[in-house]
């Protein structure tokens, strides 16, 4: 049995990812409009129909933009901590099947197993998941300020990390962000640069995962030149090395079958 996962789309304008087997099939957040969603899940091949749930990891547009109308068209259950749907107000009251979770609880859904864990982010109550499903593990970490140690721990044995790499450092600062977001971005519970994400690959990563995708760039302080080459430095000295992949932005990204 394979796993497929398949980026529908990844950044400040919209995040969305499928994560499959034969037999169940996973939306992580919903960034994108009810439309934008089903018609990249179409160009993926993936059939809208086949959704057996959805994972929400926060409250921010950039990932519950069509969760209210995708909810309403295809009700399936909806995974989300208490405070992330206290957050969304009253389109988080009306979402029609919600199944809540505490933060660090783990389920199963179908044949894949879910682990979700606390990340460092300016929401409610933010979180990653960790997917096991056929022996095969997918940790899925994007926008958080650094990587604690929980996160760090949550990525060991992983066969594929998705992991931010939001900004270039010297492109955020230069750049023409207002003080205050560049502040909230460079902090601790803002988002992870090249630089920091290249820290880790370096000191942290136990050279487990055979793919490693680049996630949620900046379109504004983040080339996929400079994201890749500051991952490619630091696995470098490796002798084995994960296979790069950039998740895009503006169409989904090839699928990846483990």
């Not at 990844?10 to 087997?21: E, H, M, P, Q, V």
């Not at 460079?186 to 995962?209: I, P």
Request: aromatic share 6%; proline share 6%.
């Amino acid at each position: 049995m394979s796993v497929r996962l398949t980026i529908l789309g990844s950044g400040s304008r919209g995040n969305a990812a499928i994560l499959a087997t034969e037999s169940t099939c996973l939306l992580l957040d919903a960034g994108f409009s009810r439309r934008e969603l089903l018609r990249r899940m179409m160009l993926a091949g993936i059939a809208p129909e086949r959704l057996d749930a959805v994972l929400i990891t926060h409250e921010h547009s950039d990932h519950v933009a069509g969760l209210p109308r995708l909810a309403a068209k295809f009700p399936v259950p909806i995974f989300i901590n208490g405070a992330t749907r206290a957050a969304l107000g009253a389109a988080g009251d009306a979402l029609p099947r919600v199944e809540c979770f505490a933060t660090g609880a783990s389920w199963q859904i179908g044949d894949i197993a879910v682990q979700s864990f606390a990340i460092p982010h300016d929401a409610a109550d933010p979180v990653a998941f960790r997917f096991c499903a056929a022996g095969v593990r997918v940790v899925f970490v994007t926008d958080l300020g650094y990587l604690p140690e929980n996160v760090r721990l949550q990525l060991h044995h992983a066969d594929c990390a998705v992991v931010e790499s939001n900004h270039d450092l010297e492109m955020l600062k230069t750049g023409g962000y207002p003080w205050e977001l560049k502040q909230r971005v460079l902090g601790r519970r803002g988002h992870l640069s090249n630089t920091g994400l290249a820290e880790f690959l370096s000191d942290g990563f136990d050279g487990s995962a055979a793919h490693v995708v680049l996630a949620h760039l900046s379109e504004n302080n983040n080339l996929p030149s400079l994201a890749l080459l500051s991952a490619e430095r630091a696995l470098a000295p490796r002798s084995s090395r994960p296979q790069l992949h950039v998740a895009p932005q503006r169409e989904p990204m090839p699928s990846i079958v483990l």
